[in-house]
């Protein structure tokens, strides 16, 4: 995970509070994934720009009691969505830790290829992190049509 754990209650509304403080303008878009049913929020993700790359890379977090049921898939083609209808970006790369190997079959679903293993630091710039990245298939995830396509294709 190339993010901290919160360890209490107070470091989330932390969080919260300076993720709502900072939308959008430092190239970020983070949005809590809540069941569609209660309204419980069981997650958070969004997309992080980076500059170097010239691309978003798209992250994602889910409580563990709702992994496997295709829900972080779900929130990840909405989070994609935005991003190519709403910024007009069609170009995306993924991270996972490497012990999480479920975790890769979130980029998977839409099109994205392991492209390997990787050492990248958390976000905070504290540790060193063993990951593997994804990337679109050749020939895919370049282009408006192909991510509107999947758009129309529920994965959960």
Known sequence: MRWNVHRSVAETKEWLSEE?????KDGR?????ALKETGRLIGSGGLILN????????G???M????NRGLTTGAA???IGFAVQRLGAYVFY???????????R???KPGFILLGNIDCQSLDGKRNIQGCEYTPQPGQGRTKAHWLRLQRQPYY
């Open 20 to 24: 709502e403080a900072g939308a959008a």
């Open 29 to 33: 878009c983070v949005w809590g994934f």
């Open 51 to 58: 500059e170097d790359r010239q691309m978003f890379e798209l």
């Open 60 to 62: 994602y977090c889910i």
């Open 64 to 67: 563990k009691e709702y992994w």
């Open 77 to 79: 083609q909405v989070v």
């Open 94 to 104: 993924a991270h996972r830790d490497k012990d999480n190997a479920a975790s890769g």
């Open 106 to 108: 979130v980029p998977e």
